[in-house]
């Protein structure tokens, strides 16, 4: 059974930083791509940041270039964000996914954690 579990949930700041992990079981963690959405209240899943099984080629949102920052550990099976300069508007549930092809779709996603909520204040 294939498990992702996001862990680094918390409240920060406008300006600070947080690093947020994904721990993958069940799977070839080294053979999928990863990925990471969020979802504010009220809208619609979006995606964030990711990163091709070898960590060799990384993607972002606009939104986040610059300030967020994806990696990926094939031994520990963990994938991570670490998000700098946070902004009221990145408050969300943030996912991590997986995907055996490269997408950034919602739907071409295999495998979702239940996410994990960052709250940034002003």
């Known amino acids: 059974q294939v498990q992702l579990v996001e862990s680094g949930r918390g409240l920060v700041q406008a300006g600070g930083s947080l690093n947020l992990s994904c721990a993958a079981s069940g799977l070839t963690f080294s053979a999928y791509n990863m990925a990471w959405f969020r979802q504010a209240p009220g809208k619609e899943r979006e995606f964030v940041a990711a990163?091709?099984?070898?960590?060799?080629?990384?993607y972002y949102a606009d939104s986040v270039k610059g300030r967020f920052t994806i990696s990926r550990d094939n031994a520990e099976n963990t994938v991570y964000l670490q998000m700098n300069s946070l902004k009221p508007e990145d408050t969300a549930v943030y996912y991590c996914?997986?995907?055996?092809?490269?997408?950034?779709?919602?739907?071409?996603?295999?495998?979702w954690g239940k996410g994990t909520l960052v709250t940034v204040s002003s």
């Open positions: 996914a997986a995907t055996g092809r490269w997408s950034v779709a919602v739907q071409g996603m295999d495998y």
């Open positions: 990163i091709r099984w070898s960590g060799g080629y990384l």
